[in-house]
């Protein structure tokens, strides 16, 4: 059985600190009333920063995967955010984040997304 840990739930201004720090533009108002744009660029950066892939490599249309469809040109972008929300649900799952959801980049709410930064 996996060891299991709990990380602390940051304050508001820890949050914005520690993200600040890492250059991840993220304020207070965006953490309060969290904005899917907002936080998907704020994610995005945490995927870029922590898992060491460039956002050029993360969106590239992978060869394989554009062989198989008809129009592939049709498909680069919604192929490319599918890479990067797997990537993304995988960092939150290693993060001990194993419910992170679509809901938390569609329809944010506070308590889960202050929870999800604090990972």
Same mark, same amino acid.
């Given at each position: @059985?996996?060891?299991?840990? !709990?990380?602390?739930?940051?304050?508001?201004?820890?949050?914005?600190?520690?993200?600040?720090? =890492?250059?991840?533009?993220?304020?207070?108002?965006?953490?309060?009333?969290?904005?899917?744009?907002?936080?998907?660029?704020?994610?995005?950066?945490?995927?870029? =920063? =922590?898992? $060491?892939? !460039? *956002?050029?490599? @993360?969106?590239?249309?992978?060869?394989?995967?554009?062989?198989? =469809?008809?129009?592939? /040109?049709?498909?680069?972008?919604?192929? $490319?955010?599918?890479?990067?929300? *797997?990537?993304?649900?995988?960092? @939150?799952?290693?993060? $001990?984040?194993?419910?992170? +959801?679509? *809901?938390?980049?569609?329809?944010? /709410?506070?308590?889960? +997304?202050?929870?999800?930064?604090?990972?």
């Amino acid at each position: @059985m996996a060891p299991t840990y !709990s990380f602390p739930i940051l304050g508001n201004h820890e949050i914005i600190a520690c993200l600040g720090e =890492l250059d991840i533009p993220l304020t207070e108002q965006d953490l309060l009333k969290p904005h899917p744009d907002t936080l998907y660029r704020a994610y995005e950066e945490m995927v870029v =920063l =922590l898992c $060491g892939e !460039s *956002r050029e490599a @993360m969106y590239a249309p992978e060869l394989d995967a554009a062989d198989v =469809l008809e129009f592939p /040109e049709l498909y680069e972008e919604a192929i $490319g955010n599918l890479k990067f929300t *797997r990537r993304l649900f995988d960092l @939150m799952r290693r993060c $001990g984040v194993p419910d992170f +959801t679509l *809901r938390d980049l569609t329809k944010p /709410e506070y308590t889960r +997304t202050r929870r999800n930064v604090s990972a």
